[in-house]
């Protein structure tokens, strides 16, 4: 079945740090990708959505210049969060699709800042 | 905007069926998805309606009623390992909107 591939899983670092995570679609080609962020108990909160080739659409209240969004190719997006503070400290899970087809979610991606 | 609706907590003991009810409120349909999440885990796709009726995979099945604007998911002969959190989804045909999840509690 479809595997989408997230990684670091888990990052721990200071205040003040930029942190990249990768998110790949390894065997399919990913129209769109999406990156969430659940905080314990809660549930998934879209941050934003990424095509190919173009800029993401960003949800309201989620910052674009602190949470940078790259979609390089159809199969990679990444997810940038720059001078992270202890407040961005959260579980941010990846997700592809292929046209007309359900979600697939990477593993996610436990940040902890320091 | 957008709205679902599900319990937040359901217990069951081995063996038993549970249904997970979802209704929703939203502006654009395209299907309703069941997602599964263990603790600390990513979430697992379960299943997709796009049409009235019901779905059927194994142990799970998951209905819809798109003039109801309700959904559920039905869980079959029931294993410790199904206690996780399950969300219901409304693929709106951008993105995913989650509820709130239910907690669904197995026991012996």
């Known amino acids: 079945g479809a595997v989408v591939s997230q990684h670091p899983s888990r990052v721990i670092c200071k205040s003040g740090t930029s942190v990249k995570i990768e998110c790949r679609s390894l065997?399919?080609?990913?129209?769109?990708m999406f990156w969430y962020r659940q905080f314990p108990k809660q549930s998934l909160m879209l941050m934003a959505t990424?095509?190919?080739?173009?800029?993401?659409?960003?949800e309201q209240g989620v910052e674009k210049d602190k949470f940078l969004i790259n979609h390089a190719s159809l199969t990679l997006s990444t997810l940038t969060v720059t001078s992270a503070h202890p407040e961005d400290s959260s579980f941010y899970i990846c997700?592809?699709?292929?046209?007309?087809?359900?979600?697939?979610f990477g593993d996610g991606t436990r940040l902890s800042i320091l | 905007g957008q709205s679902l609706e599900q319990p937040s907590e359901v217990t069951a003991v081995e063996g038993a069926i549970v249904q997970i009810n979802c209704t929703y409120q939203t502006s654009g349909f395209y299907g309703l998805s069941w997602y599964q999440q263990h603790d600390g885990g990513a979430p697992t796709f379960l299943s997709y309606n796009a049409l009235d009726g019901l779905e059927e995979t194994g142990r799970f099945s998951s209905f819809l009623s798109r003039s109801d604007s309700y959904g559920y998911l039905l869980l079959q002969e029931l294993q410790m390992k199904d206690s996780a959190s399950y969300f219901c989804?409304?693929?709106?045909?951008?993105?995913?909107?989650f509820g709130k999840g239910t907690s669904l509690l197995v026991t012996p």
């Open positions: 989804a409304v693929d709106s045909g951008y993105a995913l909107n």
């Open positions: 997700s592809a699709r292929e046209e007309a087809q359900p979600q697939h």
């Open positions: 990424s095509n190919e080739g173009s800029k993401a659409t960003y």
């Open positions: 065997d399919f080609q990913a129209t769109t």
